[in-house]
């Protein structure tokens, strides 16, 4: 579990987000939502150590993680994945190296073991026999899965996915957003992804927090996104050119059916 109290971050004097609490619980997608320059990435950098926030707490379990000390903090940074935009894999690296660099850094595995993790990893991806290819020479949605195995293959408590379907179709997004809910229910991860894609919402949102300005301002799930009083996100979701589509598809407050 994750809890956040309070969170706040300036850049001069100027509040990136202002007075956000939150709590993410384990087996659970929870999705970040919100304009670009709303803050989401803010939150998400400030949760995860890659900010220092300037106010309040981030506890990963009973953990005060924005507190720690730093071989303390390198210590719990063992049990977090990170999914970075644009997949962020070593271009000179092949993607055994891609998904084998975390094991390197943190854990003290023989090589046999370390590849036999990673073996593991790219196959629950499903992705086999890529072992020795570069990056340059995978698809996007290829490239995605193995930065998905590379963000699991510490079997972290924590999953963190910066939007996970920056530059795919709508086919493969779909698909990293259904290996993203298998992988966090069938592994009860405490997982964070920030997104702009209301069609990630409707698949996956089992908590969804809407930022505006800096300062967070509906919280719900894909139940109920759609029937919120919230002005402002209504005009978030609404001005989608699939805005029309999700309203004939999702209108009701229906759940999304897997």
């Given amino acids: 579990m994750i809890t956040v109290n309070h969170l706040s971050k300036y850049f001069g004097d100027k509040p990136a987000i202002r007075d956000i609490s939150v709590q993410y ?3 659970e997608c929870s999705l970040i939502i919100g304009a670009s320059g709303s803050g989401k990435t803010v939150l998400l950098k400030s949760i995860t150590g890659l900010l220092d926030p300037d106010e309040g707490e981030v506890f990963f379990g ?9 071989k303390e903090k390198k210590k719990m940074r063992s049990n977090i994945g990170m999914l970075f935009q644009g997949s962020a894999l070593f271009d000179f690296a092949t993607a055994q190296e891609n998904v084998m660099f975390p094991l390197n850094f943190f854990s003290d595995m023989s090589r046999s073991e370390k590849l036999d993790r990673v073996n593991f990893c790219l196959r629950r991806v499903g992705l086999e026999n890529v072992n ?10 290829m490239q995605k899965r193995v930065g998905i195995a590379r963000a699991i293959v510490l079997n972290p408590k924590y999953l963190f996915c910066d939007e996970p ?12 957003d259904r290996l993203i809910r298998e992988i966090t229910r069938e592994y009860n991860i405490t997982t964070v992804i920030n997104t702009h894609d209301m069609n990630s919402v409707m698949e996956i949102g089992d908590k969804v927090i809407f930022i505006y ?12 996104i759609l029937l919120s009083e919230c002005k402002e996100l209504e005009e978030f979701i ?11 598809r999702y209108g009701s407050g229906s759940p999304v059916q897997d």
């Fill in 25 to 27: 619980m384990p087996g």
């Fill in 62 to 70: 009973d953990s005060l993680f924005n507190k720690l000390p730093f």
């Fill in 132 to 141: 020795d290819k570069y990056p340059s020479e995978l698809s996007g949605g």
């Fill in 165 to 176: 379907n920056s530059g795919l179709d709508p086919q493969t997004s779909v698909m990293i």
């Fill in 213 to 224: 300005k800096g300062r967070k301002l509906w919280e719900g799930s894909n139940k109920d």
């Fill in 238 to 248: 609404f001005a989608s050119s699939m805005a029309k589509e999700l309203k004939l």
